[in-house]
């Protein structure tokens, strides 16, 4: 049996369908949800070499996702590996089709899926989950400038049952909720 292939190998395999789909080369994220680390592994130097893009990606987070399970007979080559965050390899289905797989991934997102999750705690402060309201959100909550203000603003909860530091949802969707009203109108200077 072929051993696993580096996320760098894995990653050159599927160049051209990241390309067609979007993916910047320089920001390891999650092919389904496309969940990006907060830019931890992402490439500054716009002329970086193959190599040095292939050492990003293996040293992302990501994890290796058979589309085709080795249960059903999948292998371990490229073409039947996908990079993806665990959430979305926890939630990847387990068949014999490649094209159920895809259809899966194509439509994942990671925004879509916060919001959903918290979707109550968006009602405790006021704010109906719109496609007019989510897409304000989604245009700042990916910014360096919301990152920046964000980790300024909040902090870590030691979880009662001992289980370590954690962030919050409440944190996470009322510091979305004090940008989304007070920093990120059009009368706010910015």
């Known amino acids: ?8 190998e894995i990653f050159e395999h599927w160049k051209t369908w990241l390309d067609k789909n979007g993916f910047d080369w320089g920001e390891p994220t999650c092919w389904a949800c ?3 680390f907060n830019g931890k592994y ?6 970086s070499s193959d190599e040095t893009i292939k050492k990003h990606w293996n040293k992302s987070s990501l994890q290796r996702c058979h589309i085709i399970p080795k249960s059903l007979g999948g292998n371990n080559h490229p073409e039947n590996l996908f990079l993806m965050c665990k959430e979305c390899h926890d939630l990847a289905p387990n068949t ?7 259809r899966w991934a194509e439509k994942q997102n990671y925004f879509e899926r916060i919001m959903k999750r918290n979707k109550k705690l968006f009602e405790v402060y006021g704010i109906e989950l719109n496609d007019e309201n989510c897409g304000k959100m989604n245009s700042f909550i990916l910014t360096e400038k919301f990152r920046d203000w ?3 603003n909040s902090g870590l909860h030691w979880n009662q049952q001992g289980l370590g530091n954690k962030l919050t949802p409440s944190t996470f969707v009322g510091l979305i909720v004090k940008y989304f009203e007070e920093y990120d109108t059009p009368h706010h200077k910015r």
Do not use: A, L
């Open 1 to 8: 049996m072929k051993s696993m292939p580096s996320k760098g």
């Open 34 to 36: 496309r969940y990006g």
């Open 42 to 47: 992402d490439i500054t130097d716009f002329y």
């Open 96 to 102: 014999s089709f490649k094209d159920v797989f895809m």
């Open 150 to 152: 964000f980790r300024d």
